[in-house]
């Protein structure tokens, strides 16, 4: 069984730092891209970053390009999301989500349950 | 990148039918085959129905079907019932190599 389990999440003041993980099993980490998307309360789903399967290969979306980095460590099964200069539109649900192939971005399957990052003074 | 364009809301009589559009681009819906269609309870994380336009995942009810016509993709549901309302986004991979969700649809079985 698939399973995806977020941590990391809390409150953090406006331009602090966070770093989210999310620890993977129940398949082949390293055979899957991975992808981080967020969720504003009582907003819709944002796509947030993407990482190919052997950690090759990074993209973001524009609202967080600078900011964000995505990484992975395939032996450990863990992927990371490290989210500096973080901003009150940043406050959200963040989801790791398991893509269906070694495709980037191309179909997210499998979700974990999300932790909230709630940017506030 | 701009959000795939969804109906705010849809609804619907138990038994009925709906269709749920998704409208984007030739940079995205129009120009991949990787559409995607989920749902989402409120307080739960979202759930995969369909994905490459088409195709549904294993234990997802046939009454959900998808399609694309040139830049946009409808989710059907058919035979509506109760465990159906819920919140549906859309989503597209794009040019960029990034994905595009849709602003959401809330279904209300009536």
């Known amino acids: 069984e698939v399973q995806l389990v977020e941590s990391g999440g809390g409150l953090v003041q406006p331009g602090g730092s966070l770093r989210l993980s999310c620890a993977a099993s129940?398949?082949?980490?390293?055979?899957?891209?991975m992808s981080w998307v967020r969720q504003a309360p009582g907003k819709g789903l944002e796509w947030v970053s993407g990482i190919g399967a052997t950690g090759g290969g990074t993209y973001y979306a524009d609202s967080v390009k600078g900011r964000f980095t995505i990484s992975r460590d395939n032996s450990k099964n863990t992927l990371f999301l490290q989210m500096n200069s973080l901003r009150a539109e940043d406050t959200a649900v963040y989801y790791c989500a398991k893509d269906a192939s070694v495709v980037v971005a191309a179909t997210p399957n499998y979700w974990g349950q999300g932790t909230l990052v709630t940017v506030s003074s | 990148q701009s959000a795939l364009t969804q109906p705010a809301s849809v609804s619907g009589s138990p038994g009925q039918s709906i269709t749920i559009s998704c409208t984007g681009t030739s940079s995205d819906v129009g120009g991949y085959n990787y559409v995607s269609w989920y749902q989402q309870h409120p307080g739960r994380a979202p759930k995969l129905m369909i994905y490459d336009v088409r195709n549904r995942p294993s234990g997802v009810s046939n009454r959900f079907s998808g399609s694309k016509s040139g830049n946009t993709a409808s989710l059907t549901i058919s035979g509506l019932q109760a465990e159906d309302e819920a919140d549906y986004y859309c989503s597209s991979f794009t040019s960029s190599s990034t994905l595009v969700f849709g602003g959401g649809t809330k279904l209300t079985v009536l």
């Open positions: 129940g398949f082949t980490f390293s055979s899957y891209a």
